[in-house]
C-alpha cells in the first residue's frame, strides 16, 4: 500500500523528531497500581498522552506530534494506542512499563483517523476507525500486532464517518458509532452533509466483517450524531450525541442493548439548554452499574443508572469531557480542559485529585483507566 510520498517523509520527519524526545516514565508501574491515561495539551500547546495516578502525580508524558482523542488498552495492559484527533492521520503505540512509544501508524493514503480504535479479545489485531474522505464512507482498518503493526486489511462500518469502536463481552462483536457527517482535510472540521446526515449504531463481527445489525434514531433525530459511548459486561451501550443545529433541544444521552430500539434518556429541564446539544464523552463505572456522560460546553458530567436510564446527578466540572472508571464500584474520574481532575462517588461527592500534574495540564476529550 504506497503512501503519497511528501505526506511519508512528513510524517516520519516528525514521529522521528518526537521519538527523540519521547517522555521516560517517572517511575516504574509496578502493574497493580490503578493508573489513569488522557491526551492533554501543556504550556505552549505542547501535546501529548499522560499518566497519573490516584493522587493525581506524573507516571509518564509522552509528546504527540498533533492533538492526541481517544486511547485504547491492550488486554494484557502492557501497550496502549493513542490516536489523534480527527482529521488527524497518526496513532502512538506505547509501552506503558517503560511510557515510551515503540512504534507510530500513519493513516493509509486517502484516509485519516476518527480519533479512536480498540485491541480484538486476544491481541493480536487492533482495528481503527477511518474516514475514506475520496469516497466519503467509513473504513475499520486491520493492523496485526505481533507483525510490526503491519496493515493487513479492512472493512466497511457500514455508514459515514465512524467514530467510537469497542468489543462486546463476547470477544468478537465489534461495535461501531457512525457519526454520519461527511468531512474532509481540506475543509478542516466542516460538516459538509448535513442535509443527508445517516448516524448509526452498527455491530458487526470483527472476525469477517459481516453485519450484526444496524439501528437509527427517528427521521425527525436526523441531525443527532451518535458518536461516542460505552459499554459494560451485559451488552449494554451508552451512547453520547451531538445534536448538528440549535432549532432543536433533543436527548443527547441513550442506550441501548442488541436487538432493541435506542432508548433516549431525558436530562432534567433546567439543563436541556444549558449543555448545548453537546455529549462529549461517556464511560461506565467499573460496576458497569452507572455511567458517566460528559457535556462539557454546559460544564457539566452527567451520572445515569444504566439498568433504568435514570437520571441520577450532574456534576460541576469547568469544560468537563473526559471521564473514565475510577477506583471501583461506581467511583468515576472527570478531567478538566481547563486543569484538575476530579473523582466522584456517590457516597463522597466529587474530590479534586491534589497532584500538581494534573493541574498544569488541559485535559482532552477523553480519558481511560489502566486496571
Same mark, same amino acid.
Given at each position: 500500500?504506497?503512501?503519497?510520498?511528501?505526506?511519508?517523509?512528513?510524517?516520519? &520527519? =516528525?514521529?522521528?523528531?518526537?521519538?527523540?524526545? =519521547?517522555?521516560?516514565?517517572?517511575?516504574?508501574?509496578?502493574?497493580?497500581?490503578?493508573?489513569?491515561?488522557?491526551?492533554?495539551?501543556? &504550556?505552549?500547546?505542547?501535546?501529548?498522552?499522560?499518566?497519573?495516578?490516584? #493522587?493525581?502525580?506524573?507516571?509518564?508524558?509522552?509528546?504527540?506530534?498533533?492533538?492526541?482523542?481517544?486511547? /485504547?488498552?491492550?488486554?494484557?495492559?502492557?501497550?496502549?494506542?493513542?490516536? /489523534?484527533?480527527?482529521?488527524?492521520?497518526?496513532? /502512538?503505540?506505547?509501552?506503558?512499563?517503560?511510557?515510551?512509544?515503540?512504534?507510530?501508524?500513519?493513516?493509509?493514503?486517502?484516509?485519516?483517523?476518527?480519533?479512536?480504535?480498540?485491541?480484538?479479545?486476544?491481541?493480536?489485531?487492533?482495528?481503527?476507525?477511518? @474516514?475514506?474522505?475520496?469516497?466519503?464512507?467509513?473504513?475499520?482498518?486491520?493492523?496485526?500486532?505481533?507483525?510490526?503493526?503491519?496493515?493487513?486489511?479492512?472493512?466497511?462500518?457500514?455508514?459515514?464517518?465512524?467514530?467510537?469502536?469497542?468489543?462486546? /463481552?463476547?470477544?468478537?462483536?465489534?461495535?461501531?458509532? @457512525?457519526?454520519?457527517?461527511?468531512?474532509?482535510?481540506?475543509?478542516?472540521?466542516?460538516?459538509?452533509?448535513?442535509?443527508?446526515?445517516?448516524?448509526?449504531?452498527?455491530?458487526?463481527?470483527?472476525?469477517?466483517?459481516?453485519?450484526?445489525?444496524?439501528?437509527?434514531?427517528?427521521?425527525?433525530?436526523?441531525?443527532?450524531?451518535?458518536?461516542?459511548?460505552?459499554?459494560?459486561? @451485559?451488552?449494554?451501550?451508552?451512547?453520547?450525541?451531538?445534536?448538528?443545529?440549535?432549532?432543536?433541544?433533543?436527548?443527547?444521552? &441513550?442506550?441501548?442493548?442488541?436487538?432493541?430500539?435506542?432508548?433516549?434518556?431525558?436530562?432534567?429541564?433546567?439543563?436541556?439548554?444549558?449543555?448545548? #446539544?453537546?455529549?462529549?464523552?461517556?464511560?461506565?463505572?467499573?460496576?458497569?452499574?452507572?455511567? &458517566?456522560?460528559?457535556?462539557?460546553?454546559?460544564?457539566?458530567?452527567?451520572?445515569?443508572?444504566?439498568?433504568?436510564?435514570?437520571?441520577?446527578?450532574?456534576?460541576?466540572?469547568?469544560?468537563?469531557?473526559?471521564?473514565?472508571?475510577?477506583?471501583?464500584?461506581?467511583?468515576?474520574?472527570?478531567?478538566?480542559?481547563?486543569?484538575?481532575?476530579?473523582?466522584?462517588?456517590?457516597?463522597?461527592?466529587?474530590?479534586?485529585?491534589?497532584?500538581?500534574?494534573?493541574?498544569?495540564?488541559?485535559?482532552? #476529550?477523553?480519558?481511560?483507566?489502566?486496571?
Amino acid at each position: 500500500m504506497r503512501l503519497m510520498e511528501i505526506n511519508r517523509r512528513s510524517f516520519l &520527519a =516528525a514521529t522521528a523528531a518526537f521519538s527523540l524526545v =519521547a517522555g521516560k516514565a517517572v517511575r516504574a508501574h509496578p502493574g497493580k497500581e490503578p493508573l489513569w491515561l488522557a491526551a492533554n495539551a501543556a &504550556a505552549g500547546r505542547q501535546y501529548g498522552l499522560g499518566a497519573f495516578d490516584r #493522587n493525581g502525580d506524573q507516571v509518564f508524558e509522552l509528546p504527540l506530534p498533533g492533538r492526541g482523542h481517544g486511547i /485504547a488498552i491492550a488486554p494484557d495492559g502492557q501497550t496502549c494506542v493513542a490516536v /489523534a484527533r480527527r482529521p488527524g492521520t497518526f496513532a /502512538a503505540i506505547i509501552d506503558l512499563a517503560q511510557g515510551e512509544a515503540t512504534h507510530w501508524l500513519e493513516a493509509p493514503e486517502g484516509r485519516h483517523f476518527h480519533g479512536h480504535g480498540v485491541f480484538s479479545a486476544d491481541g493480536q489485531r487492533f482495528f481503527s476507525a477511518e @474516514n475514506d474522505y475520496a469516497e466519503a464512507v467509513g473504513i475499520i482498518g486491520i493492523w496485526a500486532v505481533e507483525d510490526n503493526w503491519r496493515r493487513v486489511g479492512e472493512m466497511s462500518s457500514y455508514g459515514i464517518e465512524p467514530h467510537d469502536i469497542r468489543l462486546l /463481552a463476547d470477544g468478537h462483536t465489534l461495535v461501531v458509532a @457512525n457519526g454520519g457527517i461527511i468531512t474532509h482535510p481540506e475543509s478542516g472540521r466542516a460538516r459538509l452533509n448535513l442535509e443527508r446526515m445517516d448516524s448509526s449504531l452498527v455491530y458487526m463481527d470483527s472476525r469477517d466483517g459481516s453485519l450484526l445489525g444496524q439501528w437509527r434514531l427517528p427521521a425527525e433525530l436526523r441531525l443527532l450524531s451518535m458518536r461516542h459511548f460505552a459499554v459494560n459486561a @451485559n451488552g449494554d451501550v451508552a451512547i453520547g450525541m451531538q445534536h448538528q443545529s440549535d432549532d432543536q433541544t433533543p436527548p443527547i444521552v &441513550a442506550l441501548h442493548r442488541f436487538g432493541q430500539e435506542i432508548r433516549l434518556l431525558e436530562l432534567p429541564a433546567p439543563m436541556t439548554k444549558t449543555v448545548r #446539544n453537546y455529549c462529549g464523552s461517556v464511560a461506565m463505572a467499573a460496576d458497569g452499574r452507572t455511567f &458517566a456522560a460528559s457535556c462539557p460546553q454546559g460544564s457539566l458530567v452527567t451520572v445515569w443508572e444504566t439498568a433504568s436510564g435514570r437520571f441520577l446527578k450532574a456534576v460541576s466540572v469547568a469544560d468537563g469531557c473526559g471521564v473514565a472508571a475510577g477506583l471501583g464500584g461506581d467511583d468515576l474520574i472527570m478531567t478538566s480542559g481547563r486543569r484538575g481532575v476530579w473523582d466522584w462517588s456517590a457516597a463522597g461527592g466529587a474530590q479534586a485529585l491534589p497532584g500538581a500534574y494534573v493541574n498544569e495540564r488541559n485535559w482532552d #476529550n477523553h480519558a481511560i483507566r489502566l486496571a
